[in-house]
């Protein structure tokens, strides 16, 4: 990674890193047997989000196709700077400093990286960087409760409001 904070998830080189101990393997596991659980738990939150978010403009929910089932590995949202009023970015910020509720944008898209810029060197995939400038991960782990997710809608209904 860069160590710059500014360009979070960027990667200068490809680096693999295959390693996994006994105990990492153990963990996997025992987490494993719990996995429809926390699919549950995640899809609750997700609906609980859904509902609370829904009606803000400029918030545009994740979609689920009729065919699958989002297991919310993250709970994502894209933010329409002109709708919403502050675009993504923004919203983080204001995010940690007053309601010091943690987030995190998007990936930033391969063609971008680093590490791949002699591979696309030149190219633009437009989506991919929209969806990358817009996109922001609000909590969404196992541990987080219903109260928790009214907390982090709460406070993005407001910032809205402003």
Known sequence: FDQDPSRKFLHKQIGYNYRLTNIQASLGLAQLKRINEFIKIRRRNAKKYNHLLNDIEGIILPPEASYAKNVYWMYSILIEKEKFGINRNNLIKILN?????????????????????????????????????????????????????????DAIREIAQN
């Not at 990936?107 to 922001?136: D, T």
């Open 97 to 153: 400093e007053k309601y010091k509720i943690e987030t995190r944008p998007f990936f930033v898209p391969i063609h971008q990286q680093p590490a791949f810029s002699s591979q696309y060197k030149g190219e633009n995939y437009p989506i991919a960087e929209r969806l990358s400038n817009m996109g922001i991960n609000l909590p969404s782990g196992n541990t987080l409760t219903e109260r928790q997710v009214e907390i982090v809608a």
